[in-house]
Nanobody, 122 residues
């Protein structure tokens, strides 16, 4: 069994900052890419940022220069530092991991966290 648990969401004023964390635990053999997605009310889920096991990153154009993704491979954790937050960043943020379990070491599987709410409002 594998679990991804996010933390760090909340209410912040425009221009403020938040740091999201996601911990992957359970019967994990290896983790490839990890990332953050978000889904606003009435919209589809979209990629915010992703990072490979080697540290290569990819960002949505809307967050470039404001958000930074990082990971700690030893702890199976991924982080999202969000600065200069805007009201349009309001959404539920989901952690995603592309990983292999100990039971299925040759199969890549996608796992999701339960989501954490980020609200940017004055």
């Amino acid at each position: 069994q594998v679990q991804l648990v996010e933390s760090g969401g909340g209410l912040v004023q425009p221009g403020g900052s938040l740091r999201l964390s996601c911990a992957a635990s359970g019967s994990i053999f290896s983790i490839n890419a990890m990332g953050w997605y978000r889904q606003a009310v009435g919209k589809e889920r979209e990629l915010v940022a992703a990072i490979t096991s080697g540290g290569s990153t990819n960002y949505a154009d809307s967050v470039k220069g404001r958000f930074t993704i990082s990971r700690d491979n030893a702890k199976n954790m991924v982080y999202l530092q969000m600065n200069s937050l805007k009201p349009e960043d309001t959404a539920v943020y989901y952690c995603n991991a592309d990983l292999r379990t100990r039971r299925a070491q040759r199969i890549d599987q996608a796992y999701w966290g339960q989501g954490t709410q980020v609200t940017v409002s004055s």
